[in-house]
């Protein structure tokens, strides 16, 4: 499988296979999850030991092929850069974590871009903002989607965009910010989020990773993030 290392800046697992041939940390933060990940979805990572060994490399890989193109992405950070800037002056030191507030099964036959492509309408019809907000989304199979770029301010929590990424898991309808994350989301989404993360983290400073109802009186992302993080 050809993958293009310099037109197209990548999602968190085709990041990190991109990463081949130039100096890549051996292991890094959420590496054991991604691991994990890998083997409750039947891609044999080896042991699950923290190392971007040889097993884990080709795992990734197999589950990048069978996904597809869908882990293509937009233009985002700079390659090789040491941190995301928005604006060209807010460093992305903070994640947050949403939920769409859509039904399990919404657009369930639909390609995951024509799901984007309606939160984009929403965000820019019925909101009236120039994009949509959020720079990540995390359908129900796991399959990851560029929203707005990386280093564009996005727009999906108040008075906290700046230097913020917003990253929006699909689903959530009614549910409460205490929940479990597994009551809303699936196993598949855990595994594509901390995935994210950890890309996310390799190339920006990233001091927290939080939730929308951290920040508002919200239920959204429907779980709470710090819990999840923890794996309580
Ligand atoms: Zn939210």
């Not at 051996?26 to 083997?39: E, S």
């Not at 929006?168 to 989404?189: K, V």
Request: net charge positive.
């Amino acid at each position: 499988m050809e993958i293009n290392t310099e037109s197209h800046s990548c999602g968190a697992i085709l990041h990190i296979l991109n990463s081949k041939g130039r100096p890549m940390p051996k292991a890094f933060p959420g590496l054991r999850d991604i691991q994990r990940g890998l083997t409750l979805l039947n891609f044999n990572p080896g042991p699950i030991d923290g190392q971007f060994g040889a097993r884990t490399e080709a795992a990734l890989l197999a589950l990048l092929q069978a996904r597809g193109p869908a882990l293509e992405q937009r233009e985002s950070a700079p390659r090789g850069a040491a941190s995301i800037v928005q604006a060209g002056k807010y460093t992305v030191r903070e994640a947050i974590i949403h939920c769409s507030d859509t039904r399990p099964l919404w657009m369930d036959n639909a390609a995951l871009e024509a799901k984007v492509a309606d939160i984009r309408r929403w965000h820019m019809q019925e909101r009236g903002w120039r994009d949509i907000g959020y720079h990540w989304l995390i359908d129900r199979d796991g399959k990851l989607a560029p929203g707005r770029a990386e280093t564009e301010i996005g727009a999906h929590v108040i008075d906290r965009n700046q230097g913020t990424l917003g990253i929006c898991l699909l689903g959530g309808h009614g549910a409460a910010a205490t929940d479990p994350f597994e009551r809303n989301f699936t196993r598949a989404q855990d595994i594509a989020l901390r995935a994210l993360l950890a890309d996310i983290k390799r190339r920006t400073p990233i001091a927290r990773v939080s939730g929308h109802n951290e920040w508002a009186p919200k239920a959204c992302p429907g779980f709470s993030v710090p819990l999840w993080l923890i794996g309580a």
